[in-house]
């Protein structure tokens, strides 16, 4: 009987001290996955209208994983404030019709397509031809068609 008193005992403050600890475990797992990688991704967006303006760049800002390193613009002036404001180089500066480009640089991992609705399927085509991984806002295109030329290309 004096045995398994012991032994009640010794497993009670066994436990009791694991129990006490899973909070610190969990804590320390959870800082764990979210430290900044030695590489963050570095995305370039296509596309500067207002949700990238007001919503997605300043998102990549705060990530621990991603950063903006690149834009895709057809208009020059949006070009030079986003050069401004993010501290872009010149050259991780594209337009449309040099988005082929892209392939030499090591900056660049996604392409994150912002364009209209009606030029996601070009724009996508470009950028995984170029070797970029590509993230498409919604709707993804406007026919199944060109849906599947996207899924073929990125493939």
Known sequence: MNNSLHNRREF?????????????????????QTAAPAKKLGFALAGLGSLSTHQIAPALLKTNF???TGIITGT?????????????????IYNYDTMEKM????????????T????HAE????AAKAGKHVLCEKPMEVS????????????
């Open 103 to 114: 392939a030499d640089n090591p900056d660049i991992d996604v392409v994150y397509v912002v």
């Open 123 to 126: 724009h996508t085509i470009k």
């Open 116 to 119: 209209p609705n009606g030029l």
């Open 12 to 32: 009670l403050k066994t436990s009791t001290l694991a129990a006490a600890s899973l909070p610190l475990i969990g804590a320390l797992n959870l800082r764990a």
């Open 76 to 92: 020059p002036a949006k070009a030079a404030t986003w050069k401004a404001k993010y501290n872009i180089p010149d050259q991780n």
């Open 144 to 155: 199944v068609e060109k849906c599947q030329q996207m899924i073929d290309e990125c493939k």
């Open 66 to 68: 991603c950063k903006l």
